[in-house]
């Protein structure tokens, strides 16, 4: 397969093709044993990255035929509709969380979150998961000590901020798509998420 040198393509398929300021993320099937399962939790997902920034990203619900897709600065769609994130509070939310839960320190950041949020949803799906929170029915997604890679996170993570989302990394004031080890939400869970005494994340700074 060729590829235009001045233009990256790394994606979970066929790996790194080669390194450039404006990249292709690509993920074929995001749930792949859930395809093969003929669970629907599946979908397939792009990102283009332009100098270190998520520039632009389509998830395709391929089994419900919904296309989700956006833009920097020019807002989240579903199809051609606009969508937005929810604005429930942390005790009426519903979010996932991916961790790595044999590792007590992920297990207790976990039952914090199980405690303070109405209830966690997992789908084992990046992609179905960043839709659902980018159009309003989920609330946020927390990931620490992930298994994914940059083309698993780096669509879903622009659909929500589009949408009117927070996308931040752990105990920074910004996104890299590169550190997996973020919080994706509303902004009011966001906030109560880490901001105050209580905050279960600290403080964003």
């Known amino acids: 397969m060729n590829f235009d040198d001045s233009i990256g393509f790394r994606g979970e398929e066929f ?3 080669n390194h450039a300021d404006i990249t292709w ?3 074929p099937i ?3 044993s859930h395809f093969v399962r003929g669970i629907p939790f599946c979908t397939t997902m ?3 990255v332009e100098n270190g920034t998520v520039v632009m990203s389509v998830i395709n619900d391929f089994v419900r035929e919904e296309t989700y897709w956006a833009i920097r600065g020019k807002g989240a769609f579903k199809d051609g509709e606009r969508i937005f994130v929810s604005n429930r509070p942390l005790s009426q939310a519903v979010l996932s ?3 790595r839960l044999e590792n007590p320190e992920n297990i207790e950041s976990f039952i914090k979150v199980r405690k303070a949020a109405g209830g966690i949803l997992s789908t084992i799906n990046c992609g179905f998961e960043f839709t659902m929170i980018a159009s309003g029915k989920l609330d946020a997604r927390i990931t620490q000590d992930p298994y994914g890679h940059d083309w698993d996170y780096a669509p879903g993570t622009l659909l929500v901020e ?3 989302g927070i996308v931040k990394n752990h105990g920074s004031n910004n996104y890299d798509f590169t550190n997996h080890n973020y919080i994706a939400a509303n902004p009011l869970v966001f906030k109560e998420l880490t901001q105050g005494d209580n ?3 600290g ?3």
């Open 46 to 48: 792009i990102a283009l």
């Open 199 to 201: 905050a279960i994340f």
């Open 97 to 99: 969380f991916e961790t």
């Open 15 to 17: 790996g790194v093709e």
């Open 162 to 164: 589009e949408a009117g």
């Open 203 to 205: 403080s964003n700074t």
């Open 30 to 32: 995001d749930g792949t």
């Open 25 to 27: 993320l690509v993920d």
